[in-house]
C-alpha cells in the first residue's frame, strides 16, 4: 500500500549518495509500515505527512539524518514506537531529531496561552542545541498549513494566526525567505479568505499585462550589462506575494489598483565589485527614488540576508524594486540557516560523496545568537511576549562611536544600548546622543545612528528606567540593581512597593486574612499575566501576588495588602473585600504596576451578536493593529447578545483608534463603547 507514493518520493533522491539513499529508503517504509492504518482529516493516508516533510527537507539541501527524521517524527508519538527503536534503527542523531520535534509538540494539559508559549521556549530550547530540529518543525508546519482547508474553521483560523504571529516570522528569522512567504500567503487565505482571493483574482488578470512588461525590463537590463562586459549574470522578474501585497495596501490605506510597486526584478551576479557596479547601470537605465536605496551587503539584516535594493521608475512611469545580489547570497536569502547544510562532491572522489557542513561566519553567529536568547527567555518571567516583541521582530543597528555595530530589537532606546555594551556602562548613564544630539534616555533609538553613551560615577539605575528600556536583560539589569541597591523599593512580579510602608505594616502581626472569593464568583475567559509588573519597597525576598478575588490587570488602580506568611497581596483599589481584612488601614500600603514601555491602557465595552469565536475575532483585531489584549470577559445579556469587556494596551492612542474601528467592522460586533478602568 502506499508504494506509488514512496517510490515518487523516493526518485528525488538521486542527489545523495548510495549509502543515504538506502537510509532514506529505508526510514520511508519503515514510516510506512508505522503509519498504516492511520488517516489524515482529508481521509488520505497519513503517510502522505510526513512524505511532503521530507520533501521539503531535500527542497532545502538538509542532510540524510534529517530527512530520515522528517520521515518519522510522527512516529513516536502518535504510534507507539520508542525512541530506541528509532535509535537501534537509524542511529542516535536520528533518534535526537525526532526526539526534540516530539518534544515540541507533546504539550499537554495547559491553557492556549501558556500551550503557545511553552511550544516557542521548546523550539528555542531546541535550535540552539540541534539545528535541524526547527527546519523539521517548520516543514511540517508548511504542510499542515497547505491542507489547513480540511480543519474546523474556527480551529483553522487559531492556526493560521499562530503561523502569521510565530512560524512565519520564525521562518524570516532564519532566513529562509520562500517558506515565510507562502506561510504567510496561506495564512491570509485562511484569515481573510475574501481579501486573498480579490488580490489574487487581480494579479491574474494583470498576469499577461506584467509578464510583457518585466520581459522587456529583463531584455533592457541584460543588454546593457552585455555592453558594460558583465557576464554570468541572471535576471528574473516576480511579482509580491499576496500577503506582502496585503500588508502594503493596509499600511498606505490604498486600493490594489493604487499599489504600484508590485513588480519586482532581481539580478544574480558573481562578486560583491559586480554588484555596485550593476546599480549604476540600473541607475543610468532609470532614474531611482529618492529614499528608497538600501545596502543590506554593507549591513545585513539580522538573518544574515544580503542585498542591494533600490526602486526605480522604469518605462511607463512604473514603479520597480530591483534587488541586486551575488549567487551565494542568493542561496542564503532563499534557503537561510538551511544553506549550511549543502550537499557536495567531495573533491577528487569519483564515486563517494558526502554532506559538507559549510564553515560559516554567519552560522557561528545565528548560533551563539539563538544560544543567548534562549538564556534570556529562561530567565523572563513573561517569556512569551519577550519572545514576539524581541526575537520574531524586526531589529535595528546602530553603532558605538568607534564604529562597531550593535544589532537590538526595534524600539530599543539608549538604555538597552547601553547595558548591551557592559552593566555597568549602562548602571552608570546620565545620558546619550545619537549622531552628536542629546536624546532622551525613554526615545526610541533608529537605524544606523552613531550613539553614544555619558556615563558619571555617582550615577545609578532610577525606577523609571524601568518603563524606559524595552529588552528583556536591560530590564532584568535594572531591576536586580534596585533590588540590590536600593533599600526602599522590593520589585517582584512587576509591581513596585516601598519597603517602609511594609515595615510599618508589620509591626504588629495581623490575624488571619478571611478566606478570598472563590474564582467561580467572577466570569473570567482571558487574563496575560506576562503584562502584569508591579514595583512594592528593608525586608529581602518579599513575596508578591495577584489577588484572585478582584485579579486586578495592569491600569487598574491598585493597593498591596500585607497578609500573614503570604506577603504583599495586590487587590484594586475598589475590591469589596478589601472592607472585610483585619487591620486593613494598618496593612495596606501603596504599590504602583511597572510598565516595561510606556504604553497606554484601556478598557471598552463591547455588544455582540451570539458568535463562537469572538473572543479570537476581537483578539486578532487588537494584534494586527499592534495592540495586545491583557483580560476580557463575556456574558450574555437579557436579550440574547453576548456583552464583554475587554482590557487592551497600545503604544499610541492612534493605535487605540484603529483597533476600535478594526472591532467594529467585525461582522456580529453590534456596538462598542469605552469603559472606565476603575
Not at 504542510?143 to 512565519?168: G, S, W
Not at 481579501?195 to 510583457?212: A, F, G, V
Not at 550593476?278 to 541607475?283: D, E, F, N, P, R
Not at 478598557?603 to 495592540?627: D, K, M, P, W, Y
Request: hydrophobic share 35%; proline share 4%; net charge neutral.
Amino acid at each position: 500500500m502506499n508504494e506509488e507514493l514512496i517510490n515518487k518520493f523516493l526518485a528525488k533522491t538521486s542527489v545523495y549518495s548510495p549509502e543515504d539513499r538506502k537510509k532514506i529508503e529505508d526510514a520511508a517504509w519503515y514510516a510506512n509500515e508505522k503509519h498504516i492504518d492511520q488517516r489524515r482529516k482529508s481521509g488520505e493516508p497519513y503517510i502522505i505527512h510526513p512524505v511532503a516533510v521530507a520533501e521539503t527537507l531535500i527542497q532545502l539541501n538538509m542532510d540524510a539524518d534529517t530527512v530520515c527524521a522528517g520521515l518519522l517524527h510522527d512516529v513516536v508519538e502518535d504510534t507507539g514506537t520508542t525512541a530506541q527503536e528509532i535509535e537501534d534503527r537509524f542511529g542516535a542523531n536520528v533518534r535526537d531529531l525526532v526526539e526534540g520535534v516530539t518534544k515540541i509538540a507533546n504539550i499537554k494539559s495547559l491553557s492556549k496561552s501558556a500551550a503557545e508559549a511553552e511550544t516557542i521556549r521548546k523550539m528555542f530550547i531546541a535550535m540552539s542545541k540541534n539545528m535541524p530540529i526547527i527546519i523539521i518543525k517548520l516543514s511540517d508546519k508548511l504542510h499542515n498549513m497547505r491542507t489547513l482547508q480540511f480543519m474546523n474553521p474556527v480551529r483553522a483560523k487559531e492556526i493560521a494566526q499562530d503561523c502569521l504571529d510565530i512560524y512565519a516570522p520564525l521562518a524570516d528569522r532564519l532566513g529562509i525567505a520562500w517558506m515565510k512567504a507562502e506561510l504567510e500567503d496561506l495564512s491570509l487565505k485562511t484569515l481573510k479568505p475574501e481579501t486573498y482571493e480579490y488580490i489574487q483574482n487581480y494579479l491574474l488578470s494583470k498576469q499577461e499585462e506584467n509578464t510583457q512588461y518585466l520581459e522587456q525590463v529583463r531584455k533592457k537590463i541584460s543588454f546593457a550589462c552585455i555592453n558594460a562586459g558583465i557576464k554570468g549574470i541572471k535576471i528574473t522578474t516576480r511579482l509580491k506575494h499576496i500577503y506582502s501585497i496585503y500588508m502594503k495596501m493596509k499600511k498606505r490605506r490604498k486600493e490594489i489598483d493604487e499599489i504600484f510597486d508590485i513588480l519586482g526584478v532581481r539580478i544574480l551576479c558573481n562578486s560583491v565589485s559586480e554588484c555596485y557596479t550593476l546599480v549604476g547601470i540600473i541607475h543610468q537605465l532609470w532614474p531611482p527614488m529618492e529614499g528608497r536605496f538600501k545596502d543590506y551587503i554593507a549591513m545585513p539584516k539580522a538573518n544574515n540576508y544580503q542585498s542591494l535594493h533600490t526602486t526605480i521608475m522604469a518605462m511607463n512611469g512604473t514603479i520597480l524594486e530591483v534587488q541586486i545580489r551575488t549567487y551565494e547570497m542568493d542561496q542564503i536569502a532563499e534557503y537561510g540557516v538551511a544553506s549550511h547544510w549543502v550537499y557536495k562532491a567531495q573533491s577528487g572522489s569519483d564515486s563517494d560523496q558526502s554532506w559538507v557542513n559549510m564553515d560559516s561566519r554567519q552560522l557561528s553567529r545565528i548560533a551563539t545568537k539563538l544560544k543567548n536568547w534562549n538564556t534570556e527567555i529562561e530567565q523572563s518571567e513573561s517569556f512569551m511576549q519577550d519572545l514576539k516583541s524581541e526575537l520574531l521582530k524586526d531589529t535595528i543597528y546602530v553603532f558605538t562611536p568607534k564604529g562597531q555595530a550593535i544589532e537590538l530589537p526595534l524600539g530599543s532606546t539608549a538604555l538597552d544600548f547601553a547595558y548591551n555594551i557592559h552593566t555597568e556602562i549602562g548602571n552608570h548613564t546620565v545620558a546619550a546622543k545619537a549622531n552628536g544630539s542629546i536624546i532622551p534616555l525613554a526615545q526610541p533609538l533608529e537605524n544606523t545612528q552613531v550613539i553614544e553613551i555619558i556615563t558619571q560615577k555617582n550615577a545609578h539605575p532610577k525606577v523609571n528606567w524601568l518603563k524606559y528600556a524595552h529588552t528583556t536583560s536591560a530590564r532584568r539589569k535594572i531591576r536586580n540593581w534596585l533590588n540590590k541597591y536600593d533599600e526602599n523599593l522590593v520589585i517582584e512580579k512587576n509591581i513596585i512597593a516601598n519597603r517602609k510602608d511594609i515595615e510599618e505594616a508589620i509591626k504588629e502581626e495581623p490575624p488571619a486574612e478571611p478566606a478570598p472569593l472563590k474564582d467561580s464568583d467572577i466570569i473570567r475567559s482571558v487574563s496575560d499575566r506576562s503584562r502584569s509588573t508591579v514595583t512594592v519597597g528593608r525586608n529581602k525576598n518579599v513575596m508578591i501576588s495577584i489577588a484572585q478575588c478582584c485579579n486586578p490587570v495592569p491600569g487598574d488602580p491598585i493597593v498591596g495588602y500585607i497578609s500573614r506568611g503570604r506577603g504583599v497581596i495586590i487587590h484594586k483599589t475598589d475590591c469589596p473585600n478589601l472592607v472585610h481584612m483585619a487591620e486593613i488601614d494598618q496593612r495596606k500600603i501603596p504599590v504602583e504596576w511597572e510598565a516595561g514601555t510606556e504604553t497606554i491602557t484601556k478598557r471598552f465595552l463591547v455588544t455582540s451578536r451570539r458568535t463562537q469565536n469572538l473572543f479570537s475575532e476581537i483578539e486578532g483585531a487588537i494584534r494586527n493593529s499592534h495592540g495586545h489584549l491583557i483580560s476580557g470577559s463575556l456574558v450574555d445579556d437579557e436579550i440574547g447578545n453576548l456583552q464583554g469587556t475587554f482590557t487592551m494596551e497600545c503604544d499610541r492612542e492612534d493605535d487605540f483608534k484603529k483597533i476600535i474601528k478594526a472591532i467594529k467592522s467585525i461582522p456580529n460586533v453590534i456596538n462598542i463603547t469605552p469603559a472606565p478602568m476603575a
